[in-house]
């Protein structure tokens, strides 16, 4: 039994293990790098300003000790610019640094932008090809092929005359043959007569009553001649 309350929780530990032995830690930010560079490029400017001012007051002053005959306070403010000087230049050098690496870091975090925008693309395009693939797209080109077709069916089907005897055109045709061989037929028969019956010399019906008698008389005589 615990009689002094709940063991506190261990604090987080706002060390990070990268960030031991001066190696690489969290990963910074390149745009708050490049403004913590340019805030230093801006502090190092007026070191190099108060220097300069500093130096010009040296120089004032030993100019003034010089002509006042003071010749050790001026070679002692001779000494001070001297120093200045070396320190301004530090300072010069500092700030060229820093700004080459303010240049470095745009150029590389640019760059960065760049190479992200362009792995994006080339994922984006990546993903379009996989949803697509070159199956699918075959098999979309052979259904819109296929509804075409059966577009072109359908409004050739649509486009047929509605006729309910068109089934037995056929039939009605042999009969309509059929009827044109016997016309012909009957025509041929028919034409001998009609040719005859126009060749033949019309014969008066009292020529034939006299034919007629003559034959009887005829016959009479041969009878009467037979029974004698």
């Given amino acids: 039994m615990n009689w002094f309350g709940k063991k506190k929780a261990a604090a987080p530990s706002t060390t990070s ?5 001066g190696g690489g830690g969290t990963k910074s930010n390149p745009g708050a790098t490049i403004v ?7 502090s190092q400017e007026k070191r190099e300003a108060h220097t300069e001012r500093k130096i010009a007051l040296l120089v004032k002053e030993a100019k003034d000790k010089m002509a006042a005959g003071d010749k050790k306070a001026a070679l002692y403010a001779m000494k001070r610019k001297k120093l200045h000087e070396s320190e301004l230049d530090k300072i010069q050098n500092v700030k060229m640094t820093l700004e080459t690496q303010v240049l470095n870091l745009e150029s590389a975090a640019q760059n960065a932008e760049t190479f992200s925008a362009m792995n994006a693309g080339k994922n984006a395009m990546k993903t379009i090809r996989d949803d697509m693939g070159i199956e699918k797209v075959d098999d979309l080109m052979d259904d819109i092929r296929e509804e075409m077709e059966m ?32 016309d012909l037929e009957a025509e041929l028969l028919a034409a001998p007569h009609a040719k005859n019956e126009t060749l033949l010399p019309a014969v008066p019906d009292s020529k034939l009553k006299v034919d007629k008698e003559e034959a009887e008389e005829m016959r009479k005589l041969e009878a009467e001649l037979a029974g004698l």
């Fill in 17 to 21: 293990s990268g960030s031991r032995g």
């Fill in 36 to 42: 913590k560079l340019k805030e230093s490029i801006s």
């Fill in 151 to 182: 577009a072109n069916e359908i409004s050739d089907a649509i486009a047929q005359p509605v006729d309910p005897i068109a089934a037995d055109e056929d039939e009605l045709l042999a009969e309509l043959e059929q009827m044109g061989a016997d």
